[in-house]
């Protein structure tokens, strides 16, 4: 069975820093590309940070600068390192997975695969 699973997640004052971890289990974890999504409270969910099979990267401009993805296949696990966070970035935070590749990173219909989520908090 398919299955991602996050962690890492908390309460942060604004400034902070947090590091979110996603591992997969029962799939090739190194063929698929991995996303972040953040689902603030009563929006939809939103593509933060993608990264390809390769290590390439695609990050959402509002996390531009501040967040950084990265995978370790031998460890089938893909981090997000959170850095000055704002008041904005509290939410849900969602790993998702795709074999190969996808057209549009930061749509959630292209993932087949998804965690169940990790909560991040930031407030003073």
């Known amino acids: 069975q398919s299955q991602l699973v996050e962690s890492g997640g908390g309460l942060v004052q604004p400034g902070g820093s947090l590091r979110l971890s996603c591992v997969g289990s029962g799939f090739p974890f190194d063929q698929h590309v991995i996303n972040w999504f953040h689902q603030a409270p009563g929006k939809e969910r939103e593509g933060v940070s993608y990264?390809?099979?390769?290590?390439?990267?695609n990050y959402a401009d509002s996390v531009q600068g501040r967040f950084t993805i990265s995978r370790d296949n031998a460890k089938r696990t893909v981090y997000l390192q959170m850095n000055n966070l704002k008041v904005d970035d509290t939410g849900i935070y969602f790993c998702?997975?795709?074999?190969?590749?996808?057209?549009?990173?930061?749509?959630?219909?292209?993932?087949?695969?998804w965690g169940q989520g990790t909560r991040v908090t930031v407030s003073s």
């Open positions: 990264i390809s099979r390769s290590g390439g990267t």
């Open positions: 998702a997975a795709r074999r190969y590749g996808v057209r549009n990173w930061n749509r959630p219909d292209e993932y087949e695969i």
